[in-house]
């Protein structure tokens, strides 16, 4: 500890354990409930299926439960005004094991750490000032540590939650010539976790959801190429994605392997933006043999490229392909007959992807 924490950061922990105990709850009754295709109901729908956990013990998952009975609070503030001046420090006063949720607020501030939350430090919530969104940066690269090391933030562990955080790698852009020059931002391997209000910029391979099961919501995520990536299951609820001006882009790079293996990302009124001209952007291409995306309900710009998704120079896998459009608008949702491999999905294939039983939200989902 750095000295006795100040009486208003004692009473700001006090008042996020309050909010946590004492919050007017429901439980999700049915999980399968679709999201409106009303952008203007999202929010209320998402405060209405998404309580507090109280009324809940019968559905969430009881180590969850056991873990949200007595949270514990951690105050960084780079002033020194709190428990401790850097996030990697409060990361590693939490005990292996650790059973109780424990809730890092950070204040505002650019804190240059690469940091890492293993698999044995589940129930960490890393809480940023709403006002002043704390910036965690960091330059790593996979020539340096490997792609799947190279993230400004890796997650490791289970039932994790970000609010508020702007997550950056600030590594210079791949210039195609320049070995392992791409870079996470982001690197999300434990199960069970949610992003809210939360962005992620980098370039190439900003978003590595690499496996689990994942929320994303209200965020923003920028990148060039592959930038959203893996193998996770993943809802991304009202999240903007950002394309970065270049010749040629990609949003995803989805990496399901069989048709069995249960992942794939799910884009439900979303914004796709971007400033890419002659339609260059793919909206994903095939990294592994089965990839499955879904758009849905979601306001494209006029950045697409005509064939709008990619078999990544792989033929032989355009029979496992399931790239999945349903009900998108903006001048960038046009489906021409260039596009091979888009499903145009019905009211009936869309639905598993537009709920929060695609994440199995009732066992674990709690609100920011």
């Not at 900003?206 to 496996?211: M, S």
Request: proline share 5%; glycine share 8%.
């Amino acid at each position: 500890m750095a000295g006795k924490t100040p009486c208003m950061f004692i009473h700001a922990s006090l008042m996020i354990i309050t909010i946590l105990l004492t919050s007017s709850t429901a439980a999700i009754a049915d999980d399968t409930i679709p999201i409106p295709s009303d952008s203007s109901q999202v929010a209320s729908w998402f405060d209405n299926n998404v309580k507090t956990y109280n009324e809940r013990e019968s559905t969430l998952d009881p180590a969850l439960v056991a873990a949200e009975h007595a949270p514990q609070v951690i105050n960084v503030m780079q002033d020194g005004g709190g428990n401790f001046k850097t996030i990697t420090d409060a990361i590693n006063s939490i005990p292996a094991g650790n059973t109780k949720r424990v809730f890092v607020y950070i204040k505002g501030g650019v804190y240059n750490e690469k940091i890492t939350i293993p698999h044995n430090k589940p129930f960490v919530t890393l809480y940023g000032s709403p006002k002043s969104m704390p910036n965690i940066t960091f330059d790593g690269t996979a020539q340096k540590y490997g792609t799947v090391y190279s993230g400004t933030l890796i997650v490791e562990s289970d039932y994790f939650k970000a609010v508020n955080l702007v997550i950056i790698n600030s590594a210079p852009e791949p210039d195609g010539i320049r070995e392992g020059a791409q870079a996470v931002a982001l690197q999300i391997s434990g199960n069970k976790a949610a992003f809210y209000n939360c962005k992620m910029i980098g370039y190439q391979d900003t978003l590595y959801d690499y496996k689990g099961l994942h929320l994303f919501k209200d965020c923003f995520i920028q990148g060039t190429v592959d930038f959203i990536f893996g193998k996770g299951k993943s809802l991304y609820l009202n999240t903007e994605i950002h394309v970065v001006e270049r010749n040629l882009t990609v949003i995803t790079a989805q990496q399901r392997d069989s048709a069995s293996e249960d992942s794939g990302f799910s884009f439900v009124h979303c914004k796709i933006t971007g400033t890419t001209y002659a339609r260059r952007t793919y909206l994903g291409r095939a990294w592994g043999s089965s990839p499955n995306v879904v758009v849905a309900y979601t306001d494209i710009a006029d950045i697409v490229h005509p064939e709008r998704w990619s078999d990544f120079g792989h033929p032989e896998r355009e029979s496992n392909l399931f790239y999945g459009e349903y009900n998108n608008w903006g001048q960038g949702s046009n489906i021409t007959g260039q596009a091979r491999y888009t499903r145009k999905l019905s009211d009936a294939e869309a639905k598993p992807f537009i709920s929060l039983g695609n994440i199995q939200g009732s066992k674990w989902l709690l609100p920011q």
